[in-house]
Each structure stands twice: as structure tokens, then as C-alpha cells.
């Protein structure tokens, strides 16, 4: 048989038994070196997933064409990353814990924060896709673009935060780690890798470290948070910067589109919420007072009892203030910042359409590469092959 190696191409001969009446083969030969099922090298099979956390799979055979001596092909890069991620399978929740287990809060940890978002994906499943008009023509026949449909896959980012440096307002980020899982009815695999990875972190942080769930203001995040009493011991906060972009929604509703009273108003309020305790309340006393004074088209009054709403609903989680104080952050720029660095920048290019399965394996090589955990991956995915 001919194996790929680090070296390149090498073929070698072995002993296949196989009973008389047929059957499985068994190559000791294959077993001896940890080949079993497999043409490419441990080491070749670990370059191909780490390059295909962040490309596809066409320039990953460029790539290695002009950096090394093995030159699978698209194809057989393609088989090597599904070969990988179903021998991990079975093992995915041993796997995950041993990895998560591996990490260490930084020893100047103060707090922990946890957040959770979602990103859109375009599967390649029957579907109608997100924000076109049902009224609008669409093309009829063989063109028809049935299988593509948008979905919402699920990032968690779960960060180590120390104290506030000088001359900075808030503290300072340690490290973060990501997980991801592709569009799932009610993200039910998601929300239980959520917890247990929490449960581990947990585990390993001292009494002390004030935890804080931090996410933007969509209600189904909230919705599940508020009513799982996992989070009953996490202070609750809604993203600063989400609730910024509301309050300069709600100015331009009020006062109209680049008004030099709505910039005023806008900036007022934006200190506010930042330095007083009862920033909210004075803030919606303002927005009931200049939705009763000002003459506003049908459209702007619908658009200011929707930002209202929104600051009635979460006035609970904007304890901004407090938290300046208190040297906490108050923005989920880690789990945001993966929604577009772990989903969009490899799942979103340009003409690409995703099954589940295939997504996920790449969501899952990316998330450990992305969370400087490849190492502890690959090392444990080799025990684990071995153990089974």
C-alpha cells in the first residue's frame, strides 16, 4: 500500500490475514504504527485539519504543494478531515473534557465571564432564504435555488478577565476559549457543552472570582439564562455596546437622522447610563417626556416604543455604573468577535453552502485552534485512538 508520509509518498509492503470464509482484513503491520484505516501519517493527517480551520480545502493542496514534501490531493485532504472527526465522534465528550480540563485561570483571574451568540450560516438544505420579500418574483425551473437556506449556528466564548490596568476603564482580558456547534433546533447540544464547559471551569477557579454573564439583549438568550437556575450564581449584564446602539437608535427616532439636538441627547444619556445608578430610569423618564412632546411621524413613535421596550425589558441588566466601579467589563466583544473570526471568516465565503455534519467539523478544528488548545486536541485525539 502506498501511505502518504511526512517525506512524501512511500509504499510498503505488509501481511493482510483474513479468514477463510472472508471477512475483515487485519494488517498487523497497519496496527503496529497506528495506521488502521488510514493512508496518511499521523503527522500529515495533523496538517491537513489544523490547515483546514482556515481554509478550504483547494488551497490547503496549494499550500502544502509549495511548503512540504506530501501533496494530497483536495480530495484526499477532504477524506483525511472526515476520517479525523469520526474517529472522534464516540469519544467527543471525553475528548472535551479532558481538553477543557487541561485549562488553567491565569493566576491574576478576578473574573469570569461567559457569553453566548449566534451567527448565520447558509446550509445547504431546502429553504427559503432570510429577508427576501415572499411577494417578489422568483426564477422558475432547473435554476431554482432550493437547497439554501440561512440558519443560526451558536458560539460560546468563556473569558478570564484581572484587574484594570492604569490609564485603561476597563480590565483586562487574560484569554478566552471558544465552542461552536452549526444550526440545531432549540441549540439543545449547545446549551449542555455550554454548562459542563462552565462546570469544568468552574471547578478549577478560586472562591473568590466574581462570575458575570455577559451577552447582547436577544431575548432567547435571555429567556434560557433567566430560567435555568445554573446561572442563578452569575451577575447578569447586557452588552454596553448593544445597548449604545439602541440609544442611538432611539435619538434618531426622536429627534430625527444626524440632528444636532439628537447627537446632544445621545451623548448626555450615553454618560449616564455609564456614571449613574439610576441611569436607565432617567433615561426612559427622557425618552416618555420627548415622545410626548415632540410631533413624531406614525413610524418614529413605533420606533421609540420599540427601544423602550427594549430598556423596560432589560433595565435589571444595565447596572453599568456598578460595574465601572467595581473594575468589571461591561462588553461581550470576545464572543462577538468569534461569531465573525470562528463562523463567518471560514463558513461565509463567498458561494459556500454548508451540511450540519460538514460544518461542524470544521467549527470544531477551528474553535481549538482559535482558543490556542490545538496541541491539547491533537494530543488527546491521538490517546484516545490509541486507548480505542
Not at 206 to 235: M, S, T
Not at 279 to 307: C, F, N, P, W
Not at 320 to 331: E, N, T, V
Request: hydrophobic share 35%.
Amino acid at each position: 500500500k502506498t501511505f502518504l508520509t511526512s517525506f512524501g509518498a512511500i509504499p510498503i509492503e505488509r501481511r493482510l490475514y483474513q479468514a477463510d470464509t472472508g471477512g475483515p482484513g487485519y494488517v498487523p503491520l497497519d496496527h503496529l504504527w497506528d495506521m488502521d484505516g488510514h493512508f496518511a501519517t499521523e503527522d500529515v493527517r495533523q496538517a491537513a485539519c489544523f490547515a483546514m480551520a482556515h481554509m478550504t480545502a483547494e488551497e490547503t493542496e496549494q499550500l502544502l504543494e509549495l511548503c512540504s514534501l506530501f501533496h494530497p490531493s483536495a480530495t484526499a485532504i477532504k477524506h483525511i478531515v472526515e476520517k479525523v472527526s469520526e474517529e472522534m465522534e464516540p469519544h467527543r465528550e471525553a475528548l472535551d473534557t479532558t481538553i477543557q480540563s487541561s485549562i488553567e485561570a491565569p493566576a491574576d483571574t478576578k473574573v469570569l465571564v461567559a457569553s453566548m451568540d449566534g451567527a448565520n450560516v447558509l446550509l445547504r438544505e431546502p429553504g427559503v432564504p432570510r429577508g427576501r420579500p415572499p411577494e417578489r418574483p422568483r426564477p422558475e425551473g432547473p435554476d431554482e435555488p432550493k437547497n439554501a437556506t440561512y440558519k443560526n449556528a451558536m458560539v460560546e466564548a468563556i473569558s478570564f478577565y484581572g484587574a484594570v490596568p492604569k490609564d485603561h476603564q476597563g480590565p483586562e482580558r487574560l484569554r478566552s476559549f471558544y465552542s461552536a456547534r452549526m444550526p440545531e433546533d432549540r441549540a439543545v447540544t449547545f446549551k449542555r457543552d455550554f454548562e459542563r464547559h462552565l462546570e469544568i471551569v468552574e471547578s478549577n477557579l478560586d472562591p473568590g472570582v466574581i462570575k458575570l454573564l455577559l451577552c447582547d439583549g436577544h431575548r432567547v438568550l435571555w429567556n434560557y439564562a433567566d430560567h435555568n437556575e445554573r446561572f442563578d450564581r452569575y451577575e447578569k449584564l447586557v452588552d454596553f455596546y448593544h445597548t449604545d446602539e439602541h440609544l442611538s437608535k432611539a435619538a434618531e427616532a426622536l429627534f430625527g437622522k444626524n440632528s444636532v439636538e439628537g447627537k446632544r441627547w445621545y451623548a448626555k444619556y450615553r454618560a449616564t447610563l455609564l456614571e449613574q445608578d439610576d441611569g436607565v430610569e432617567a433615561l426612559r423618564r427622557s425618552i416618555d417626556y420627548h415622545g410626548r412632546t415632540r410631533r413624531l411621524s406614525q413610524s418614529s413613535r413605533k420606533a421609540v416604543a420599540m427601544q423602550r421596550t427594549f430598556f423596560r425589558r432589560n433595565k435589571h441588566r444595565m447596572s453599568y455604573a456598578s460595574f465601572r466601579r467595581r473594575g468589571l467589563p461591561l462588553g461581550s466583544g470576545p464572543v462577538e468577535a468569534a461569531c465573525k473570526s470562528i463562523v463567518k471568516t471560514r463558513l461565509c465565503r463567498s458561494g459556500m453552502r454548508w451540511s450540519r455534519k460538514g460544518g461542524q467539523r470544521i467549527l470544531n478544528f477551528r474553535c481549538y485552534v482559535k482558543s490556542r488548545l490545538w496541541k491539547e486536541f491533537w494530543d488527546t485525539y491521538k490517546r484516545l485512538r490509541c486507548s480505542a
